[in-house]
């Protein structure tokens, strides 16, 4: 023991009066402490959390699709009624509106709706006495403009029209739909609001967790630290079992997210309502959807890169 | 003056206290010098640890100023003083081994924290196990080695990467007295070989005489005493990397 061993990693006098730099590396740093297994219930908290952000995400992409689909079918359209009690009164101010709004630059396509159809439509709401006559039924056209229906297009048609037939009313059809757009834009805030405060569940998860564990090996880790062990090797030793456990989580949540979201689909779909259908999922959107597991990744890593730095900063 | 040489620490008028407590350290003033072999002794209580943590880096000043390896302390960025610490080699009181890793990762880690290519640490490490007698025991970790063993592990530790500056806390606290002369023939070869500056922290007297060219630095009460000039320079003619004959 009284001579000392020559060392093939001794550093030479050179080398070491310069203060460079050293750079951590990933082989060596995951050698400083052994590897944990997952324990502990944080993997399965990060999963079922990143699943309810799969699904609310699923649900907010959903009514968005929802609400652009109905907005895209009935932003062009217009309907026009003729109120008039004498049947055939109103058949002849039907057609001449018809006429009208043939000739009316940018109007692209004009419907008069049967009576046949219009007696069917109301008829769950009127009963079968409907086709008698004794209620008077206003005609109805459907207008598809080349352009959006707004309220200059609405007045312009209203007014170039009401000149030729009297008692003709122009609605955008879209206005129709206006509370039930505005219901799912709220729905779709509400679907990002709940992603956001999973998201800050998920990071308090994994700050915990990250919390945890350095307060566990806080001895170790004071050991490193006064060896010479830099704040980035050390986060990169925690960062490496939380990551291992955040992807464990984030996959398995994202997976089962997805499922459920698949199986929530499937059923809308079998409703077969025009509507509902509207609301599926594209490729985009399922892309998006794919992405969530590695931004849960992410988020736990800076989280746990930020803990880590946090606690360290107390040291010297 | 203009021949003396930088010493590797200077400390200058600290003092030392915890939270609102008086100071347990005061008006430090001296020049730790390349290749010097220091005791430092005193009483239990009389500041040896506290001051060993200040020149390992594990303790700012409450006041003065420090200077290590030509750096100022006080105004060095925290995120460079690992580069720092990687210069020193440290025996602290209780070993402080990582109970998890084996008594070969445990040598093995001042190197990787290095950086070393893992081929060269596997061979650094191995020697430095058979130097200090170990070499049968490289798997064995901390909690089943015996407190001499772990304690050559710790001094494994602390000179495997050639520190600059070893600082040992009470080494032979905790070994026989015939191991405890092996340490300090180890520290020595280390000194004389190596160039290293050694500060050894001991409450043992009988220790002092068995290094002869060993320089003395004593804490009373918070305060530093130089009953062998080892504060003064030249601090010895004999003292090894001071210039001396």
Redesign the interface.
């Known amino acids: 023991m009284s001579t000392l061993p020559p060392l093939s990693a001794e550093t030479d006098n050179e080398a070491e009066d310069t203060l460079a730099p050293v750079r951590p590396r990933g082989r060596a740093a995951a050698r400083l402490l052994p590897p944990t297994r997952l324990t502990g219930p944080i993997p399965w908290v990060i999963a079922i959390l990143i699943a309810l952000v799969v699904i609310a995400a699923a649900g907010g992409l959903a009514l968005r699709n929802l609400a652009s689909s109905a907005n895209a079918g009935l932003s062009r359209a217009v309907s026009v009624q003729i109120v008039e009690p004498n049947p055939d009164l109103r058949s002849a101010r039907g057609a001449a509106a018809v006429k009208v709004l043939t000739g009316i630059e940018g109007v692209q396509a004009v419907r008069l709706v049967p009576e046949a159809d219009l007696n069917a439509m109301l008829e769950p709401w009127l009963g079968e006495g409907v086709a008698s006559g004794d209620v008077p039924i206003p005609a109805l056209i459907d207008v598809e403009l080349t352009r959006s229906a707004g309220p200059d297009e609405i007045a312009r048609i209203e007014a170039l029209l009401g000149a030729q037939v009297p008692g003709a009313r122009v609605d955008a059809q879209g206005d129709w739909l206006r509370p039930v757009q505005d219901a799912l834009a709220a729905l779709q805030y509400l679907a990002f609001g709940l992603i956001a405060l999973v998201a800050l569940a998920t990071a308090a998860a994994v700050w915990l967790s990250a919390r945890n564990a350095f307060a566990a090996a806080r001895e170790t880790v004071e050991i490193m630290h006064l060896l010479g062990a830099s704040q980035r090797q050390i986060a990169a030793v925690f960062l490496r079992d939380v990551v291992r456990e955040a992807a464990f989580g984030a996959v398995f949540g994202g997976l089962a997210g997805a499922g459920a979201v698949w199986l929530l689909g499937q059923q809308f779909a079998a409703l077969d309502s025009g509507m509902v259908g509207g609301g599926g999922l594209m490729l985009a959107d399922w892309l998006v959807i794919a992405c969530i597991p590695l931004a849960g990744v992410l988020l736990a890593m800076a989280t746990a890169r930020i803990t880590i730095a946090l606690a360290l900063r107390d040291m010297l | 003056m203009s021949d003396r040489p930088e010493g590797h620490v200077k400390f200058d008028n600290v003092g030392l206290r915890y939270g609102t407590d008086p100071e347990v350290l005061s008006n430090l003033s001296f020049t730790l010098y390349p290749g010097s072999f220091y005791f430092l002794t005193g009483a239990s209580g009389a500041g040896k640890t506290s001051l060993l943590k200040m020149l390992?880096?594990?303790?700012?000043p409450s006041r003065g100023a420090i200077r290590m390896f030509g750096?100022d302390l006080v105004t060095m960025p925290?995120?460079?003083?690992?580069?720092?610490?990687?210069?020193?080699g440290?025996v602290?009181q209780n070993f402080?081994?990582?109970?998890?890793?084996t008594a070969f990762?445990n040598v093995?880690?001042?190197?990787?924290?290095?950086?070393?290519?893992?081929k060269?640490?596997v061979?650094?490490v191995g020697?430095?196990l058979?130097?200090?007698?170990l070499a049968h025991r490289a798997h064995a970790v901390p909690p089943t080695l015996s407190g001499g063993e772990q304690q050559r592990v710790a001094i494994a530790?602390a000179?495997?990467?050639?520190p600059?500056m070893l600082i040992a806390d009470e080494p032979t606290g905790n070994v026989d007295p015939e191991m405890a002369l092996?340490l300090l023939?180890?520290f020595e070869?280390?000194n004389n070989?190596?160039g290293t500056t050694v500060v050894v922290a001991t409450h043992d007297v009988h220790l002092l005489k068995k290094v002869p060219d060993s320089l003395i630095m004593r804490l009373n009460k918070g305060q530093l005493s130089d009953p062998t000039g080892a504060l003064r320079y030249p601090p010895r003619p004999s003292a090894p990397g001071t210039g001396g004959s």
């Open positions: 390992y880096l594990a303790q700012r750096q925290q995120t460079r003083l690992p580069e720092l610490r990687r210069r020193l440290v602290f402080r081994l990582v109970p998890y890793l990762d093995a880690l001042p190197l990787r924290l290095a950086g070393t290519e893992e060269k640490v061979k650094a020697d430095m058979d130097w200090v007698g530790r000179v495997i990467a050639r600059k092996k023939r180890l070869a280390l070989r190596v």
